[in-house]
Antibody
């Protein structure tokens, strides 16, 4: 069955960096675009970024553009999110999610990893 | 880019039907048939309910249906059940610099 397992979350000071990982299994990883979506505790979902199946195309939310970088390693079935210049408003649970089509919908989601940006 | 607009809350009694709206613009909801809906229970992961406006993934109850008119998409839940009490989010592809938007979410209460 499809599984997405995020890791790398934690507490980090404002201005510092953090890298999230997402390990995928149960499907042909290299055939699908993969997204990062975040959710502030008790609040709504915010789309963060997507990378195409072949890593040639990446897109970002305006709120993270220039600070976050999405990447993937199809040989390892791994997705990454490099987060630089972190801000308190980046505090959220970060989910990786598999795309069903070229962009949306997102048909499988991981359990999420919590990132807390605080001094 | 602003989030898609959903009512903060809706409620209904068991057996009734309810509709949750999701309003965008001609650059997102109105311009593309790429609207999807997700159900999320507290502390749980979102689950895909509807995609491409009207399509249900395998295993999703046919009590859930989607539609669109102009810049507003809708999720209808018929035969409301206690287990439907959850948060519901819409999402759309958009031609803006941020290609995917979510709505703010709607909390459904089953009375």
């Amino acid at each position: 069955q499809v599984q997405l397992v995020e890791s790398g979350g934690g507490v980090v000071q404002p201005g510092r960096s953090l890298r999230l990982s997402c390990a995928a299994s149960g499907f042909t990883f290299s055939n699908y675009g993969i997204h990062w979506v975040r959710q502030t505790p008790g609040k709504g979902l915010e789309w963060v970024a997507v990378i195409s199946y072949d890593a040639r195309n990446t897109y970002y939310a305006d709120s993270v553009k220039g600070r976050f970088t999405i990447s993937r390693d199809n040989s390892k079935n791994m997705l990454y999110l490099q987060m630089n210049s972190l801000r308190p408003e980046d505090t959220a649970v970060y989910y990786c999610a598999k795309g069903l089509g070229p962009m949306i919908p997102l048909d499988y989601w991981g359990q999420g990893t919590l990132v807390t940006v605080s001094s | 880019q602003s989030a898609l607009t959903q009512p903060a809350s809706v409620s209904g009694s068991p057996g009734q039907s309810i509709t949750i709206s999701c309003t965008g613009t001609s650059s997102d909801v109105g311009g593309y048939n790429y609207v999807s809906w997700y159900q999320q229970y507290p502390g749980k992961v979102p689950k895909l309910l509807i995609y491409d406006v009207t399509n249900r993934p395998s295993g999703v109850s046919n009590r859930f249906s989607g539609s669109k008119s102009g810049n507003t998409a809708s999720l209808t839940i018929s035969g409301l059940q206690a287990e439907d009490e959850a948060d519901y989010y819409c999402s759309s592809y958009t031609s803006s610099s941020t290609p995917v938007l979510f709505g703010g979410g709607t909390k459904l209460t089953v009375l």
